[in-house]
């Protein structure tokens, strides 16, 4: 007994931080997966409902996002509490949106454009009217791949 | 002259790592702050062409055509029976398929039609829900069928000829008719 006890105190107990680095790079590189950049700031509130039913938007760079919701506070004294159309990273009116979507379009390579997809990330709390105009927009630009952003619900009942 | 470059052969040619785990987290803090972990999932439906002409009336029989209107007040009117959003699912997917031959249900599952209709004042989230709720009865049959055909579910990872096989037998229209402006926000 006492022959192993001399053992270890004979050795100085430090951990190797040779591997650190290395786990370090690979929650790095969880992040710079996932990692979306916040293309645009929200002027307005969007909290999407939850649905069971979801499909995942493929490529990122083929997707065009309409924000429609309530101004945030910040806004509330300049628009009102009214639900607005979000383009980017500024309000707009509904017959921006051809224009808004001509743009994305050129920037897309031309064997894809059959693929874009546009996001409407719409509040929950909002009527159907404005959404109602969007969509005659959309259709109108011919613009008819359509996305209601969604949120997963997790349905207990039927699973 | 000599003598340096000697030195510099003694020199261990090793590159000091140990700042590297500093850099590694000082990205990884970058990452951190500026992830928004992706939400870009949802309903994805094909929206009609526009037309300016009047579309032309279709004659469909009654027992064809499944209507769902959903009010201002968010209440569902479902084939002229007032019905909670819970039963929709299974009212549907019975409708469709019509399992026991009902001479009111449709006569087979391609001739079945929904049409959605709401009004300007509907609550955008009840109209998803009862969206939700349309396409999940038709995603569930999908599934059966594709399970006794070919013993899986179904998804979009499938080859295309599996999904078309599945889709000729039961194809989802789903027909949106312009909503009635009632109850819009002023």
């Known amino acids: 007994m006492s022959k192993f006890s001399k053992k270890r105190s004979g050795t100085s107990p430090s951990i190797s931080t040779a591997s650190l680095p290395d786990i370090i790079f690979i929650l790095l590189f969880f992040f710079m997966v996932v990692t979306v950049m916040r293309t645009a700031e929200l002027k307005v509130r969007v909290f999407t409902p939850y649905v069971t039913e979801l499909t995942k938007l493929e490529e990122k760079s083929l997707v065009n996002y309409l924000y429609i919701g309530r101004p945030i506070q910040k806004f509330q004294a300049l628009y009102g509490t009214k639900p607005r159309l979000q383009l ?35 509040d929950g709390d909002v009527t159907m009217g404005i959404v109602q105009d969007t969509k005659t927009q959309l259709r109108k630009s011919g613009q008819l791949k359509v996305n209601y952003s969604a949120k997963k619900k997790v349905d207990s009942e039927r699973f | 002259m000599a003598k340096a470059s000697k030195a510099r052969d003694l020199m261990k040619n090793e590159i000091n790592a140990s700042s590297m785990a500093d850099i590694a987290f000082l990205l990884l803090i970058f990452f951190l702050v500026t992830t928004t972990v992706a939400e870009d999932k949802g309903i994805t439906v094909k929206l009609p062409p526009w037309s300016e002409e009047e579309a032309e009336e279709l004659k469909l029989k009654s027992r064809n055509v499944y209507s769902v209107l959903v009010n201002a007040q968010n209440q569902l009117l479902v084939r002229n029976q007032p019905m909670d959003i819970n039963d929709l699912r299974d009212n549907a997917k019975e409708f469709i398929m019509n399992p026991s031959g009902r001479p009111d249900l449709a006569e087979k599952p391609t001739r079945a039609i929904i049409s959605l209709k709401n009004d300007r004042g509907t609550n955008y989230r009840t109209y998803l829900e009862v969206y939700n709720e349309l396409k999940g009865a038709y995603n569930e049959l999908w599934n059966e069928l594709c399970q006794r055909k070919y013993g899986k579910d179904y998804s979009d990872e499938l080859p295309f000829a599996v999904r078309k096989s599945i889709q000729d037998e039961i194809p989802l229209v789903l027909s949106e008719a312009e909503p009635t402006s009632f109850g819009e926000e002023k």
């Open chain 1, 88 to 122: 980017g990273d500024k309000f707009a009116e509904l017959n921006e949106i051809p224009l808004f979507l001509e743009k994305h379009r050129v920037k897309v390579p031309e064997s894809k454009r059959p693929r874009i997809t546009s996001s409407l990330r719409v």
